[in-house]
């Protein structure tokens, strides 16, 4: 099975998506289509803390990375290595 994203990089993104919370910043982000700054907090009922840590991991993964803008971080999707999952895990059920 050939794909763009190494071993190590595939187990760092799945490690990132074992968590609830972190799909679902994901998937906002994904949705939005855009970079956000600092809404994050105020999606979840959660403290800033526990959301800057499920976005460090997520940063850590390749999945988003952030900006700064200011004092602000703002976070995007990394498409290229979105598509790249996507690449492996359709390879993964044969497509």
């Known amino acids: 099975m050939e794909s763009t994203i190494d071993v190590e990089h595939l187990a760092k993104i799945f490690k990132a998506l ?5 799909i679902k910043i994901l998937e906002h ?3 939005i289509d855009s970079c956000i700054c600092n809404d994050i907090v105020n999606l979840f009922p959660f403290s800033q803390s526990t959301i800057s840590q499920h976005l460090k991991l997520l940063k850590e993964s390749g999945l988003v990375y952030g900006e700064i803008e200011g004092p602000a971080t703002c976070y995007c999707v990394d498409k290229t290595v979105l598509n790249q999952l996507k690449t492996y895990t359709a390879q993964l059920g044969g497509e």
């Open 18 to 22: 074992a968590h609830p919370t972190r």
């Open 29 to 31: 982000l994904i949705t």
